[in-house]
């Protein structure tokens, strides 16, 4: 099976080095939460974020957000074609089931994601939805065992996307970026097979996501 892997992305609960601050501070208490089950939003805790390790990777759940809502309405993850999984900046991973609806208002996700973090699972009738496990990229691909491993980046090769599409097969891992800017780590760029980029100029992840689907499900899967 095909596989979307959204690595290094920027979703994780307040750290405990930013509880104090007075904007987390204010936000838990209007919400009746404690920071450590609130994520980290740069739109709500932008001052508290000053100067802390990875800033500009770090605080964007919207942006897990959009890539899901984009990847999971593809006929290819309908038709069961298609596996996704979330790592995480701090080496923990969701696994999506393929039963999944997943809100398309961005605060009932931040609700269901906030619950995640708490209680690990989200399932339905025994059924997981959602499942939270603490797992490093490398981890995953031991676990996904594909046959290459396409990272995208600016970085990359220059290519376009159905050249790219041509050498996908079906046990291929597609690797997409969760973060705002900046690139990967070497610990995640080590276990790519190859790096791409499909435009001269940055492109939002869920674009990316987007069009590399789109070629697959008209040369492979259709």
Known sequence: MLTLVIAESSL????SEL???PSVVSYCRKNKK??????????????AMKGIKNEIKRGRPDIIHLILLATCSTPLFQKNKLSIF???????????SDNIRLPKSYHRFQGLVEKLFKEK????DGTALLELNEMTFEELLSKIQPDQVIGFSTEGKKSNCEDISQIITKNSCIVIGGFQKGHFNQKT??????????YPDSLESHVVASRILYECEKTIFI
């Open 121 to 124: 699972k989200i399932e339905t």
């Open 189 to 198: 760029s080590k276990q790519f097979s190859e790096l791409r980029s499909i």
């Open 12 to 15: 994780e609960t307040i750290p």
């Open 19 to 21: 509880q104090n601050h």
């Open 34 to 47: 404690t920071y450590s089950e609130v994520l980290l939003d740069n739109s709500w805790h932008f001052a």
């Open 86 to 96: 979330v790592h995480t900046l701090n080496d923990k991973v969701i696994s999506i």
